[in-house]
């Protein structure tokens, strides 16, 4: 039994990673904008850009574990109100790592694939990060503030992730399942290249770290397969029997309004496998196990 904070657990990511934990352990979570029950999990309003809110949320939790998982992902968002950006994904992690520090926490920061520039793809962790958006720019801060301030602090930098949501947040996956389902077409990047990542495997991947109190630093957690966001549409197409021809091939650079993306931020997945001992899903698999998990809220 462990007592475990995490943070954005109204959100996609966190809302998994609360139920996925919440046997066996003592779990909090927080939500910011939209209030949310998650069963065996204890929820507290919390802005992470606000130093009285994280303060008292530390001090009424003293976790033995802080997972922090809340942020602002919406890259066009992030690119117009930058400066909010900064404050909650850069300074709000700065703050969790130090009062972690001072409580003798744990921590788990979750990062982004988008701290890359997508040039090359297949990144180690030894790669140098060099976002090209300031959605990748403020998580890269980030982690460097999360192991300045926590030198013993996991970052976890994850590919884009499917699977079953709740409330306002699905994955891309609800989106286009909605769209499959309506008949409509579904607009995908052909030249968008990622390591899709089964949600499951990231709780699977947090509960061994938890257990294992020797990991520590940067890992990558990314399913084995790089494929556009249109290829993985044809297999979800496929899984289900729909129509392949309502998926509509589109190129990041014909859209005149979308603010920068890196074309290729696939992950190399081995350190984690090697040293966390994982073995990520590929998206067939990964695809079955979210069908198996229940009905993906739409
Ligand atoms: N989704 C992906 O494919 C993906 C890929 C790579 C990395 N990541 C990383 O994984 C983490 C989780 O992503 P996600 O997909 O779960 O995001 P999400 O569904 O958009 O959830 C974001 C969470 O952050 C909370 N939040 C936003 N602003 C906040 C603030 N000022 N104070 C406190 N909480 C705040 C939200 O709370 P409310 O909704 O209650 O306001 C929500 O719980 C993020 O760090 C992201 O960078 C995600």
Redesign the pocket.
Known sequence: MRRILI????????WNLARALSAGNEVWG???????RIEGCRLEK????SEHDVTTLMEKASPEVVL??????DVDLCEREREKASR??TE?TQRIARLAAETGSRLIY?????VFDGEKGMYTEEDAPRPINHYGET?LEGERGALAALPGAVIAR????YGR?EG??G?FLAWMLQRLKMGESVPLFVDQFRTPLYVGDVCLAVKKIIEDIHIKGIYHFAGPERVSRYEFGIRLAEMHEFSKRLLQPVRMRDLERLMPRPCDTSLDNRKAECEIGMRFNGIWEGLRAVEESGVIHI
């Open positions: 943070t954005g657990a109204s959100g996609f990511l966190g927080t939500y910011h904008e939209h209030s949310i919390a802005d992470v850009s922090h998982a809340a942020a602002r992902i909650v994904n709000g979750f990062s982004t694939d988008m998580k994850l590919a884009l992730m949501g306002g947040y994955s």
